[in-house]
């Protein structure tokens, strides 16, 4: 059982945990996840390590409550435990040598996975443009702690509500244009916003890697159902990524796969009882 000991919600919809792993506290790195079961009779569910404390022992997952499982998760408090939390899991992000700017690009919850990249190199030296997109302000996460994380952050917002008034891809563009050289862009959110950054930097040719997020079961590369078609060639996220050459990936595919369950995928709260049941 691996114990609760924080909980944060950061909107209506995200939630953050941290939670007592001191094993994978001590080995996980920015880029991989871990895979969490609720219950003995829940899925196993991927989310990426959005920080570690080697001295406290603790991991913290930022997640987004869209199903069952994950509103099974947000419904736990401080104190409470889950039944598993298996990893590190994935191939660590591998940087080149020498990069001195570099810019990290986050959408909605993607930027908890942004976060860890951006950490890892603003220690490491690497000037970090953190570009962060949310639909709203009210949405907005993680803030301050990606300011720190930063040499500058840009917050982009749809609405305009706060920030700067546009898509993550606008404001990636405009600073390219103003002369910004990026020795690698690193995109992480949802795959049509993955796809774009890229559709963006490779007339550039700016090396760009992007987190994918295909459906995904055990996380050690036994069932398959993690693949997808980089330059060509199936590879799994659990083991071969999740970090890839966004220019080499078949996001049309990824998107086609990912909605393959999107019905049952999806949650129906019970407004008498207020138990939260999957469609599956």
């Known amino acids: 059982m691996f114990k609760i000991v924080q909980k944060r919600v950061l909107n209506e ?72 939390v298996v990893g590190p899991l994935g191939t660590a992000t591998e940087y080149d040598e020498g990069i001195k700017r570099v810019a990290v690009v986050g959408g909605g919850v993607g930027c908890a996975i942004a976060y860890p990249q951006a950490k890892k190199l603003h220690n490491m030296g690497v000037y970090v443009d953190l570009i962060a997109g949310f639909r709203n302000r009210d949405i907005v996460i993680i803030e301050d702690e990606m300011r720190a994380a930063s040499d500058e952050l840009h917050i982009c917002t749809d609405d305009g509500s706060y920030g700067y008034h546009g898509f993550v891809t606008n404001k990636l563009k405009e600073l390219i244009d103003s002369g910004v050289k990026y020795d690698m862009v690193i995109a992480i959110g949802p795959v049509a916003m993955m796809k ?51 220019h080499k990936v078949d996001f049309d595919e990824l998107i086609r796969r990912n909605n393959t369950y999107k019905n049952q995928e999806s949650a129906h709260k019970c407004r008498i009882t207020g138990e939260v049941r999957s469609n599956a």
């Open 13 to 84: 919809f995200v939630t953050l945990m941290k939670i007592k792993a001191p094993f994978i506290a001590n080995k996980v790195e920015a880029g991989q996840f871990i895979i969490y079961r609720v219950d003995e009779y829940g899925e196993r569910v991927p989310l990426t390590v959005a920080d570690r404390d080697k001295e406290n022992g603790t991991i913290t997952i930022i997640f987004q409550t869209v199903g069952g499982s994950t509103s099974k998760l947000a419904a736990l408090n401080e104190g409470d435990s889950i039944q598993d």
């Open 196 to 246: 774009l950054v890229c559709q963006v930097t490779k007339p550039y040719e700016i090396k760009t890697l992007v987190s994918l997020n295909p459906i995904m079961v055990d996380g050690t590369g036994m069932c398959g159902g993690c693949r997808v078609r980089v330059d060509g060639k199936i590879r799994y996220a659990c083991v071969d990524g999740p970090d890839f050459d966004g």
